[in-house]
C-alpha cells in the first residue's frame, strides 16, 4: 500500500479501549480545524471538523477538543474498532480560501 | 454523487521529462487544490484553484503549475522532473466559495508519481 510516513508517532490501543490523538497547530489565526484519516492506498478521509469559536464537537464515536489557548487539537475515538487503524491528521485553515497546513500525522495501531 | 477522481493512479516517469495530472472535483464543487505527500514533508499544499483562477499557492518551484477549466476539472503540470518529485499527489475539491465559509475538503484517491 502507500506509505504516508515511516517514521510516525504511533499509538497502539486495545480493540474497545478509547484513544486520544493529539495535535499542536501553530498559528493563532486559524480558524477551521480538520482532522482527517488516512488508509493505505487512500486519501485522506473526512472525519470532524471545529470552528475557532468553538472548544468542543461531537460526532459518532469521535468528539474533538480545541484549546486555542495553548493552540492544541485533539481527537477522541471512543471504543476504537479494528477498522479504526490508519495514519490521523489534524490540519488547519489560515487563511482566506482553502488551503489547508497539515500536521504530521500519527498513526493508529489497533489490537484485538 | 460520484467522488473526487484522479487519472491516473499510477505513473513512472524519467527524470527532465513532465507529466500533467487530472482531477475531476465533485460535482458542483468550484474549489480544487492540490497536495503532494511524501514520507519525508508529509502533505503539503500545492496551489488552490476557484473558479478557473489560482486563489493560493505553497512553496514550491515554478515547475509545478496548474490550471482549471470552466467545468471545474484541474490538472497540474511538473516539468522538467526530479528525483524528489517521487510522491503521492493529492487533489482536493471544496464546496466553499466565500472564505468565511467553512467547509471540510475531500480528496481523491491521488497518483501515484515514480521518477526513476
Known amino acids: 500500500g502507500e506509505s504516508v510516513g515511516l517514521h510516525l508517532p504511533t499509538l497502539s490501543v486495545q480493540e474497545g479501549d478509547n484513544s486520544i490523538i493529539n495535535c499542536a497547530y501553530s498559528?493563532?489565526?486559524?480558524?477551521?480545524f480538520i482532522w482527517y484519516k488516512q488508509e493505505s492506498g487512500k486519501g485522506p478521509q473526512f472525519i470532524i471538523d471545529i470552528r475557532s469559536n468553538m472548544d468542543k464537537r461531537q460526532g459518532q464515536r469521535v468528539t474533538v477538543l480545541l484549546n486555542k489557548t495553548v493552540k492544541h487539537l485533539s481527537l477522541q475515538i471512543a471504543a476504537t474498532q479494528p477498522g479504526d487503524s490508519a495514519v490521523y491528521f489534524c490540519?488547519?485553515?489560515?487563511?482566506?480560501?482553502?488551503?489547508?497546513?497539515f500536521g504530521g500525522g500519527t498513526r493508529l495501531m489497533v489490537k484485538p | 454523487k460520484a467522488g473526487v477522481t484522479q487519472t491516473p493512479r499510477y505513473l513512472i516517469k524519467t527524470r527532465g521529462q513532465q507529466v500533467t495530472l487530472s482531477c475531476s472535483p465533485i460535482?458542483?464543487?468550484?474549489?480544487v487544490s492540490w497536495y503532494q505527500q511524501t514520507p519525508g514533508q508529509g502533505l503539503q499544499f500545492l496551489f488552490e484553484y476557484f473558479s478557473e483562477t489560482q486563489r493560493n499557492k505553497g512553496n514550491f518551484p515554478g515547475r509545478f503549475s496548474g490550471r482549471q477549466f470552466s467545468n471545474s476539472r484541474s490538472e497540474m503540470n511538473v516539468s522538467t522532473l526530479e528525483l524528489g518529485d517521487s510522491a503521492l499527489y493529492l487533489c482536493?475539491?471544496?464546496?466553499?466559495?466565500?472564505?468565511?465559509?467553512?467547509?471540510?475538503?475531500?480528496f481523491g484517491q491521488g497518483t501515484r508519481l515514480t521518477v526513476v
Open positions: 482536493a475539491s471544496n464546496p466553499g466559495s466565500s472564505p468565511g465559509m467553512n467547509t471540510e475538503a475531500f
Open positions: 498559528n493563532s489565526a486559524s480558524d477551521y
Open positions: 490540519a488547519e485553515r489560515r487563511n482566506a480560501g482553502n488551503m489547508l497546513t
Open positions: 460535482s458542483g464543487h468550484r474549489s
